[in-house]
């Protein structure tokens, strides 16, 4: 069975704290994901990763860097909490190839700064 | 930019009649739409999915209808049970955007027993 595992399920950071969220699957996908997850906006798409040591932006950057350093990780990295980064956040990730297929999600990390 | 969205944010079904979600996306070069479900505490499960290529594809008790002329996507659920209460999110991606999923803001169903 197909598994996207994060790593804590509920947080609670102080504002200004520098936090991690990681994500381990172990499908060998060479695309992982990071959303973030909030009332009524959907899925959003912070970064994303299509191979080892690679990056790129998704629709909402700002305020979070990543790294993915082997295939089967990709970590999510707040530099500085704050407040409006209380949100659920979502890994991801999905096969690479000519055609688009389905992403697997994690269970999500809740994530409240305070 | 072009987003997905859900037609209703909410939707009530009663247990064993017939529920139809509803999505609307509005970039003309997406190619591929996925339904996913997310039941409380858990990470979007994927349903179905269909290619621009197609216009319906079903599966176990599930149909995705896709009209490309309105750009228009639907979910039907046959038979609706207890354990289809959940949001439900379209999604679209189309070639040459990486294989990034655009997801709408969800549809939340509960089913009345």
């Known amino acids: 069975d197909v598994k996207v595992t994060q790593s804590s399920r509920y947080l609670v950071k102080r504002t200004g704290e520098k936090v991690f969220l990681e994500c381990v699957q172990d499908?060998?996908?060479?695309?992982m994901f990071w959303y973030r997850q909030d009332p009524g906006l959907g899925l959003r798409l912070i970064y994303f990763?299509?191979?080892?040591?690679?990056?790129e932006k998704g629709d909402i950057p700002e305020g979070y860097s990543v790294s993915r350093e082997k295939k089967e990780r990709f970590s999510l990295i707040l530099e500085s909490a704050s407040t409006n980064q209380t949100s659920m956040y979502l890994c991801a990730s999905s096969l690479a190839g000519i055609m688009n297929t389905e992403a697997f999600f994690g269970q999500g990390t809740r994530l409240t700064v305070v | 930019g072009e987003s997905v969205g859900l037609h209703l944010p909410t939707l009530s079904v009663q247990e064993g009649d017939n529920s139809i979600i509803n999505c609307a996306y509005s970039n003309s070069a997406s190619d591929y739409f996925i339904w996913y479900k997310q039941e409380s505490g858990k990470g979007p499960q994927f349903i179905i999915d269909?290619?621009?290529?197609?216009d319906k594809r079903q599966g176990q008790r599930v149909t995705v209808l896709l009209n490309k002329t309105v750009k228009h996507l639907s979910l039907q659920i046959a038979a609706t049970q207890p354990g289809d209460s959940a949001v439900y999110f379209c999604?679209?991606?189309?070639?040459?955007?990486?294989?990034?999923?655009?997801f709408g803001a969800g549809t939340t169903v509960t089913v009345r027993a």
């Open positions: 990763s299509y191979d080892v040591k690679m990056k």
């Open positions: 999604a679209e991606s189309f070639f040459s955007n990486d294989y990034k999923l655009s």
């Open positions: 499908m060998d996908h060479e695309n």
């Open positions: 269909i290619r621009s290529n197609m």
